[in-house]
């Protein structure tokens, strides 16, 4: 069973910053591209940052230096600092992993969603 759990949402003023983070466990071999998506309501899920196990990051053009996703191989963890936040990135913020298990099964895997408010 592999599990992966975000944490760091919250509420913040537009301008300011958050963290998130999302730590994988359980039946894991190898973990290749890390991500994080988010969907507002009645929107399709969206790609912000994904990362590979190497390091090459890919950003939306739409956080494009405000954000910076890192992730830590040896934790299976994988974070997403956003910086100088505007009220359009509110939304519910899910973690991705391309994940090998060790029954040799491979697939995708989401988080449970966390919810980042940007409000004044």
């Known amino acids: 069973q592999v599990q992966l759990v975000e944490s760091g949402g919250g509420l913040v003023q537009p301008g300011g910053s958050l963290s998130l983070s999302c730590a994988a466990s359980?039946?894991?071999?190898?973990?290749?591209?890390m991500g994080w998506y988010r969907q507002a309501p009645g929107n399709q899920r969206e790609l912000v940052a994904t990362?590979?196990?190497?390091?090459?990051?890919n950003y939306a053009d739409s956080v494009k230096g405000r954000f910076t996703i890192s992730r830590d191989n040896a934790k299976n963890t994988v974070y997403l600092q956003m910086n100088n936040l505007k009220p359009e990135d509110a939304d519910v913020y899910y973690c991705?992993?391309?994940?090998?298990?060790?029954?040799?099964?491979?697939?995708?895997?989401w988080g449970q969603g966390t919810q980042v408010t940007v409000s004044s």
């Open positions: 359980g039946n894991i071999f190898s973990i290749g591209v």
């Open positions: 990362i590979t196990s190497r390091g090459s990051t």
């Open positions: 991705n992993a391309d994940l090998l298990d060790k029954a040799g099964n491979r697939r995708q895997y």
